[in-house]
């Protein structure tokens, strides 16, 4: 197994998909629900993340070239994105780009709205809470670096590491959310946020010297 590939990897999507950054809405959102209801809720969750990430993963290159898209331009883009999910949570602010919107929210009326909060596990959770902008350029700019077998096997374990800590967290929050108090959820929104913006850097300039050499 390429553990430097994987070193990477697993340190850039814990950061944008860390389960204790998702804990609190997950909270909000299920309040009214048991815990077994919760618990219900998590196993969803969990499926429609593995589903989209696959997916992803698998088309992604494939859709970026479609349209005309280099995958170094991507990972310009996708650094770009990261480091500005990464200033938000450094600064304290909700991570717009992983939320519904004002308007997304009020679209469909009472009945819509009423049917997202009564089985909101794929949107807003899943989608684009857990799977937002950054989850999806990490998984393609990384999944398209992966060439060789050890490097294929790295990219499925972090992704099974990822995907089991946060069901485990989600699956275990009533638990969880007693014990972590807000202090050490700002501590970790922080450390994730640093070192996704160190990783939103290098993914950039990477990209940027791929797609001008003259500048290396």
Known sequence: ???TFATRFLGALFAIMNPFITLPLFLAVTANKTVAEQRSQAAAILVYTLAMCVVISLAGSHIIR?????LDAFRVAGGVVLGGIALTMLNGQPITSHERATQEK???????RAEVEDNPAFYPLTFPMIVGPGTIATLIIYG?????????LAFGLVLAIVLAAL????????SIGKLLSSKMRVIMARVMGMILSAIAVEMTFAGIRALLPGLA
Do not use: R, T, W
């Not at 479609?66 to 280099?70: I, K």
């Not at 398209?144 to 294929?152: G, I, P």
């Open 66 to 70: 479609f349209f005309g898209v280099s």
């Open 167 to 174: 069901f485990a967290v989600l699956y275990f929050a009533a």
């Open 144 to 152: 398209a670096q992966a060439h060789q077998s050890k490097q294929y």
């Open 1 to 3: 197994m390429d553990i």
């Open 106 to 112: 009020n679209v469909g009326g009472l009945d819509a």
